[in-house]
């Protein structure tokens, strides 16, 4: 007798051998299916690739352009020249020639100033007394004979100021930065006072000086007009 194994009926190898074929062929359309994905993923990766290249040249060319037009146009490196009127007023305590006299042009390290000059003494005493606004890059120079200590009294300065002392050849000596505003009614005792060495005494809006670049040290283009007086 021979085992039930080795006994192959003609149905049961017609059947096998129709297996095998199916299975030979599932086996070839799955593996042509996997290439053709292989293909798909490798030239998604080079438009992915070739995308984020290109992203990334576009992304530079705009940061630079920006970086370009922003030092061309940034307010803290132009030297445009503002026009007047560079102050406010309360006209009634205010000196009358903050409004009428021209600007002498100081050139910063980042800006270029308009500075209404205090050559006499009525004009120093009065300073920016009442004055409520002052246009950006502008303000007012207070001119002496001489490098000597002075001392500033901020009486009926009703806004917030920066002030720069500068010697004879044009180099920041003291930067005051943020002196606090006072009011009419302020009592004397509470009233702001600083002290600097220099020819010249140049008072800006509070914060202005930082802006410009102005700091102890630097050094400022003067007129020639205001340097020979």
């Known amino acids: 007798m021979f085992p039930r194994s080795a006994i192959r009926s003609p149905a049961r190898a017609s059947t096998r051998l129709s297996f095998g074929w199916l299975t030979f062929a ?6 042509r299916r996997v290439a053709r994905l292989r293909f798909a993923s ?17 992304l530079v060319g705009l940061t630079l352009a920006f970086l370009t037009l922003g030092a061309t146009t940034s307010p803290a490196a132009s030297h445009t020249l503002i026009s007047p009127p560079f102050f406010k007023t309360i006209a009634a305590c205010a000196n009358p020639k903050l409004l009428t006299t021209p600007g002498l042009r100081v050139d910063a390290p980042k800006a270029s100033l308009r500075l209404v000059p205090a050559e006499d003494e009525t004009t120093r005493e009065l300073g920016l007394m009442c004055v409520t606004w002052i246009r950006p890059h502008a303000g007012m120079i207070f001119v002496f004979d001489t490098d000597q200590s002075q001392e500033f009294w901020m009486k009926n300065t009703l806004i917030s100021l920066d002030m720069i002392w500068v010697r004879a050849d044009g180099r920041v000596d003291t930067v005051a930065a943020h002196v606090p505003a006072s009011t009419r009614a302020t009592p004397d005792d509470k009233v702001a006072r600083r002290t600097g060495r220099g020819r010249y005494v140049i008072e800006l809006p509070s914060g202005e000086a930082r802006a410009d670049g102005i700091t102890p040290g630097s050094t400022l283009t003067l007129p020639r007009n205001l340097v020979a007086r």
Do not use: G, H, Q
């Open 26 to 31: 599932y086996l070839r359309f799955a593996s």
């Open 42 to 58: 490798r030239k998604v990766a080079r438009l992915r690739f070739v995308s984020l290249r290109f992203a990334c040249r576009t």
